[in-house]
Structures are given as structure tokens and as C-alpha cells.
């Protein structure tokens, strides 16, 4: 069954050295092939409650897959510094 690992940005970045090294080891990372790339920070229309201040969404096959990719080593090193740069929450969700 198809997984959505969605990462949700709850303020604004206030460390952006942080965020540019996190965006420069994730695309050292090698990528993966069963990871499909959803959103990533679009324009929000919010309809309940306050928005978060940004929203990436990466589709997987399955859970299982999700997991992988967020816990390999690769990921968790870069994802340090994404959380060194702002408050974040992330959650994989089972999809149809």
C-alpha cells in the first residue's frame, strides 16, 4: 500500500546556515528510486486552523519503503540540520 511521508514546517527558519547544509547533504544523498516527490513548499490556501509555515510530501510503494529512506543514515545526518533550522513534524500515512 502506497506511503506518504509528510514533513510539516511549524515556523519560519530562523538558522539558514542550518537549512542550506541541509539542503546541501540531501542532494549528496543518492536518490532513491521508489521515493516520488509530491510537494515541496507550494503556495497553501489554509481552510482550518493556522497553516503550518511549509509542507513537503514524498510518496513511497510502501511504509516499509518510507522507513527506509527516512532512517538510512544519509537522511538522518541532513535531517539534523533541517531540524537545527526550524520546529518541524513528520509522519508517514498509508494511503489507497
Known amino acids: 500500500m502506497v506511503a ?9 527558519i530562523h538558522t539558514p546556515e542550518e537549512m542550506a547544509e541541509y539542503a546541501r547533504k540531501t542532494q549528496t544523498i543518492p536518490p532513491d528510486p521508489k521515493m516520488q516527490l ?3 513548499y507550494g503556495a497553501m490556501t489554509p ?3 493556522d497553516p503550518p509555515d511549509g509542507v513537503a510530501m514524498l510518496e513511497f510503494p510502501t511504509v ?3 522507513k527506509a529512506w527516512y532512517y538510512s ?3 538522518q ?10 520546529r518541524h513534524r513528520a509522519v ?3 494511503g489507497p
Open 4 to 12: 506518504y511521508v509528510i514533513v510539516m514546517r511549524e515556523e519560519p
Open 38 to 40: 509530491r510537494i515541496l
Open 47 to 49: 481552510l482550518e486552523g
Open 64 to 66: 516499509e519503503d518510507a
Open 73 to 75: 543514515e544519509g537522511y
Open 77 to 86: 545526518d541532513a535531517a539534523k540540520h533541517r531540524l537545527a533550522a526550524a
Open 92 to 94: 508517514i500515512i498509508e
